[in-house]
């Protein structure tokens, strides 16, 4: 399976972007995505996840309120929607997925995920 990025790039604090995540190859309806980031000098953190088949999601603290994840069937695509953005969010976004349906409590865990898009750079800033 591969993960294809797309969507970063530099947006004002107050303001929005859309990032998405389009999985090719031997792609199932068993399987869980999820949208982590890195902040210069910081480890990386969970951001949101999204089992793919009951649509069952999971958001940081940080996050909740704010953005959306989404899929969409039809073009195996996992969508983040960042809205009301903070000078905080600024990382290089990273999506993931597994070819597993996990349980909520392990969205959090970059380990549990075994394929990785490359990064894309988010920069809020005025």
């Known amino acids: 399976v591969q993960l294809q990025a797309s969507g970063g790039g530099l947006v004002q604090p107050g303001g929005s972007l859309r990032l998405s995540c389009a999985a090719s190859?031997?792609?199932?309806?068993?399987?869980?995505m999820g949208w982590f980031r890195q902040a210069p000098g910081q480890e990386r953190e969970f951001v949101a996840g999204?089992?793919?088949?009951?649509?069952?999601?999971l958001y940081a603290d940080s996050v909740k309120g704010r953005f959306t994840i989404s899929r969409e069937y039809a073009k195996n695509t996992v969508n983040l929607q960042m809205d009301r953005m903070k000078s905080e969010d600024t990382a290089v976004y990273y999506c993931?997925?597994?070819?597993?349906?996990?349980?909520?409590?392990?969205?959090?865990?970059?380990?549990?995920?075994?394929?990785w898009g490359q990064g894309t750079l988010v920069t809020v800033s005025s």
């Open positions: 999204i089992r793919w088949n009951d649509g069952n999601t």
């Open positions: 993931a997925g597994t070819s597993r349906s996990l349980i909520k409590s392990s969205f959090r865990a970059p380990h549990e995920y075994n394929y």
């Open positions: 190859g031997r792609t199932s309806r068993e399987y869980t």
